[in-house]
């Protein structure tokens, strides 16, 4: 099974900006859909936003389309996500996925991901 392993994650305060990092291990990452979900204490974890296998298409939740980027870079085995103007209900464990095998299907459901990275956290303070 592939191996993910995300980095980049911290203490940061309202408004700030974050960069997450997600490096995959083995030969076909440049053809899988990768996305990010990210879980709060007490709740589900929730989509955040996903990249296609082809880098050519993006989707976002709602609460963070216009703060948050997500791109790929397949010569690194690496997605990233930038998170920008944060606020302190961004506050989770934030998790990498990588998607099915050259699925068209953007990676924004539990049910879509074939690996999850080990989560790393993400703190916003007031």
């Known amino acids: 099974q592939v191996q993910l392993v995300e980095s980049g994650g911290g203490l940061v305060q309202a408004g700030g900006s974050l960069r997450l990092s997600c490096a995959a291990s083995?030969?076909?990452?440049?053809?899988?859909?990768m996305g990010w979900f990210r879980q709060a204490p007490g709740k589900e974890r929730e989509f955040v936003a996903a990249?296609?296998?082809?880098?050519?298409?993006?989707y976002y939740a709602d609460p963070v389309k216009g703060r948050f980027t997500i791109s790929r870079d397949d010569a690194k085995n690496t997605v990233y996500l930038q998170m920008n103007s944060l606020k302190v209900e961004d506050t989770a464990v934030y998790y990498c996925?990588?998607?099915?095998?050259?699925?068209?299907?953007?990676?924004?459901?539990?049910?879509?991901?074939?690996?999850w990275g080990q989560g790393t956290q993400v703190t916003v303070s007031s």
């Open positions: 996925a990588q998607g099915m095998l050259y699925s068209d299907y953007f990676v924004s459901h539990p049910a879509a991901v074939s690996s």
């Open positions: 083995g030969r076909t990452f440049s053809k899988y859909g």
């Open positions: 990249i296609s296998w082809t880098g050519g298409s993006t």
